[in-house]
């Protein structure tokens, strides 16, 4: 059994969409981020560092996985999953569209989300920055599926770590109608019945742009921008 510790982000989603994809039975255990809960000895146990996604694998002593690529990385091995193919050229490529969503779409996606977003004064050279590096990279990725369907040989962890945060490009302020090959990318994948559930576990705050409601939206905002001024942000 895989006990799953996580919040809606993309981050967390990209734990309990592979979850979904790959069909493996787990347990959901939601960390109220609003609270610190993640900063509490019983996690910080789990995960050092203090963040979501973590996983606990009881099948393995309890044993504890942090780190959302990590994760990802560890079911699709721990399953067999040809979400992470096992011949060398084929792996390199899924680790390669893999880990530049941990080094660059996930960390710019952030920052435009900051000071977009959360940040209590709106500093322009850095939102403009941010969402600039956003929009580059968006660039390679629609580049990289104007060659092919998915971004290595075929489904994979790549495109439903990147894909996590893709979709939430609204709430970076970043528009993708300029990229008609990720915009297709994207909409394949929304379409699929276990990427639809894994955003659902346990929430996602992106409804807050669809449903049109600006209340619900401010006080989101509100409560992120606290974990942000403190850093105690997923």
């Known amino acids: 059994m895989i006990r799953l510790y996580t919040a809606g982000t993309p981050n967390g989603h990209k734990a309990s969409v592979t979850l979904e994809e790959i069909g493996l039975t787990y347990e959901v255990h939601p960390v109220n981020l609003k609270t610190n809960e993640q900063k509490e000895p019983w996690f910080l146990a789990i995960n050092p560092n203090g963040r979501i996604p973590a996983i606990v694998d009881t099948d393995e002593g309890d044993l504890p996985v942090f780190e959302s690529a990590a994760i990802m990385v560890y079911l699709a091995e721990k399953a067999g999953s040809p979400l992470l193919p096992t011949a060398r050229g084929p792996r390199a490529r899924v680790m390669s569209w893999l880990m ?3 080094g660059g779409i996930g960390p710019m996606m952030g920052q435009a989300n900051v000071f977009f977003r959360y940040f209590p004064e709106k500093i322009q050279p850095a939102i403009d920055r941010y969402q600039g590096e956003v929009k580059r ?3 390679v990725l629609d580049g990289q599926l104007a060659k092919q ?9 790549a495109d439903i770590a990147n894909w996590c945060w893709v979709r939430t490009h609204n709430w970076s302020g970043v528009d993708i109608e300029p990229f008609p090959h990720l915009r297709r990318w994207r909409d394949a994948i929304a379409a ?10 346990p929430d996602d705050p992106t409804r807050l ?3 049109k409601d600006p209340e619900a939206e401010r006080k989101f905002i509100e409560e992120a921008r606290k974990l942000v001024v403190t850093g105690k942000d997923d």
């Open 209 to 211: 742009l669809r449903d």
């Open 100 to 102: 530049f969503q941990m």
């Open 192 to 201: 699929r019945p276990a990427a639809v559930r894994g955003i659902a576990v």
């Open 149 to 157: 369907t998915w971004l290595a040989d075929d489904y994979s962890l």
């Open 137 to 139: 990279l968006f660039g």
